[in-house]
């Protein structure tokens, strides 16, 4: 299964090694995965410690200059503790950059609250000239970052340490783009970043069944592309989204915004209740425990969406 902490860092040293303006400053991570762009791109990769604020403010300074930069560290760290830098110093300037986060809601299952965030895309997707992308394999993180990198936007790279294992065309990712994995009339399933591996078994398992699902995959959270998804709830009037994330400020919410006036329209979510998660575990315990998976997609299916 696909790890992005441990492949993205290979984008960045192939990219950094062809773009001399590409500039990488980590929150003292990653030292090892990054070693090769370190010794191939002297002079452009600087660890600033656990120093959030301070990452945001020399990255904003950076891409004025006319470098773009990578800021890269742990998701609540730089998200929660440094969200005023990310309002004023890139989104108020205009400014464009890339931050690729790990500990993706929950991957740090073990390492309890301090380490979770599940409320990343609730928070950045209030601020204006911001994408935020949730790849969920080494493929989709390469097409999309060398889309991106050197745009006019601030991107929020969401790396997860357990992608899908599914594969499409290369013209089939872009950004702001879903992806129509699957073609039905019962129901529109849409499966956000990581979930797709669980949503495209359930798929399968339903169709064996008789049951036709309409499965739409989101690696690009904002802009979303609210056109596939509005003509396929259209279609089928039954909608679930199963997404790791908070249930208030995701892609459920944005999906419930654009199918007001849909008449019959019924929608659902798996997503991650308005409450700490207090538990130690294994990134499958969270998962299993929330539903998030093949067996809580059947079940919140047969149960609520259907019946």
Not at 1 to 12: A, C, G, Q, W, Y
Not at 37 to 54: H, S
Not at 151 to 159: G, H, M, P, S, V
Not at 162 to 172: Q, T
């Amino acid at each position: 299964m696909t790890n992005l902490r441990n492949d993205f860092s290979k984008v960045i040293h192939q990219i950094g090694l062809k773009d001399p303006n590409l500039v990488v400053l980590v929150g003292d991570i990653s030292h090892y995965r990054l070693q090769g762009f370190a010794k191939d791109c002297p002079g452009r990769y600087y660890n600033i410690g656990i120093c959030e604020p301070t990452i945001v403010n020399m990255a904003a300074g950076l891409s004025k200059v006319g470098f773009y930069p990578v800021v890269h560290t742990i998701a609540p760290f730089i998200v929660e503790r440094s969200f005023e830098q990310i309002k004023i110093d890139f989104c108020y300037q205009k400014l464009g950059g890339n931050i690729i986060t790990v500990g993706s809601a929950f991957d740090y299952a073990y390492l309890g609250c301090t380490h979770h965030c599940y409320n990343d895309f609730a928070l950045l997707s209030t601020l204006p000239n911001i994408e935020l992308v949730y790849p969920a394999s080494y493929e989709e993180f390469d097409l999309l970052f060398q889309q991106t990198y050197n745009n006019k936007f601030l991107t929020y790279f969401r790396a997860s340490m357990y992608g899908h294992e599914l594969s499409f065309k290369s013209d089939d990712i872009k950004i702001g783009k879903a992806v129509q994995v699957q073609e039905g009339k019962d129901l529109t399933l849409v499966a956000v970043g990581t979930q797709l591996q669980s949503a495209k078994k359930a798929s399968d398992a339903l169709k064996a069944q008789g049951i036709n699902v309409d499965l739409i995959y989101i690696h690009t959270v904002k802009p979303l592309d609210s056109q596939m998804i509005k003509k396929s709830i259209e279609k089928t009037k039954k909608c679930l989204v199963v997404e790791e994330h908070g249930i208030y400020g995701g892609v459920y919410d944005a999906v419930l915004r654009l199918s007001l006036g849909i008449d019959g329209l019924r929608c659902f979510s798996i997503s991650i209740p308005n409450d700490f998660i207090r538990d130690y575990g294994t990134y499958q315990d969270f998962c299993k425990k929330l539903g998030l998976c093949e067996e809580g997609i059947l079940k919140k299916i047969k149960e609520e969406v259907l019946a």
